[in-house]
């Protein structure tokens, strides 16, 4: 269930099955062929994965791509099970969503096994740098942006804006999670690494 996503700097982002992705690096990244090894992914089981194969999707954004970021209810340490109901649409523990910062100040959510747009995000006045989804599955995103701030997103809220961070003077180029969710940093164009402890 894992793929690729990558944008040229332009409006279109490519998804790309990550098997596929490692069948294409055995069959054309090796010199011999008797070194590859056939290599199938697990998988969340449920009755849709047995019936949506992953399959490439072009998507378009609209607009420029700055940042791309990944995010699925499952938690990246599979401590717990999560299991969300939307208010716009359904979401399920097998679905994996893709977020597009882009170069006017929107996020766009997308459904990465359908590349259906599902949440288009505005608040931002100025490019989205950066997005990190926290890794504990509760679909929090939070965006970096040149417009000075950090915004924080709740996703099983219908893409409701939590907090606005402010604290840096110029522009902000990236963010990240502590592994246990409970911590965000940020760096911008000052050097400097600001620290936000989310409760």
Same mark, same amino acid.
């Given at each position: ?12 982002? =490519? ?49 420029? @791509? ?45 459904? @990465? ?38 915004? @924080? ?9 939590? =907090? ?29 690494? @600001? ?5």
């Amino acid at each position: 269930g894992s793929y690729l996503a990558w944008s040229q700097g332009h409006r279109i982002v =490519k998804l790309v099955p990550w098997a596929q992705c490692l069948n294409n690096f055995l069959l054309h990244g090796t010199k011999n062929g008797s070194n590859a090894v056939s290599t199938r992914l697990p998988r969340q089981s449920s009755e849709s994965s047995q019936k949506n194969k992953p399959c490439e999707h072009i998507i378009d954004c609209g607009d420029i @791509v700055w940042s791309l970021a990944f995010g699925s209810s499952v938690p990246e340490k599979q401590s717990r099970c999560v299991n969300i109901e939307w208010h716009r649409f359904k979401f399920g523990q097998d679905q994996l969503l893709l977020a597009t910062g882009l170069n006017n100040g929107r996020i766009k959510i997308w459904d @990465v096994y359908t590349g259906k747009l599902l949440l288009n995000l505005m608040d931002h006045t100025e490019v989205v740098r950066d997005l990190t989804f926290a890794p504990d599955g509760s679909l929090i995103l939070v965006s970096a942006s040149r417009d000075k701030t950090l915004r @924080v997103w709740d996703l099983k809220d219908d893409g409701n804006m939590m =907090k606005v961070l402010r604290g840096h003077p110029n522009w902000v180029y990236g963010c990240a999670f502590s592994p246990d969710s409970s911590i965000l940093c940020s760096v911008g164009a000052s050097k400097a690494v @600001v620290a936000a402890i989310l409760v």
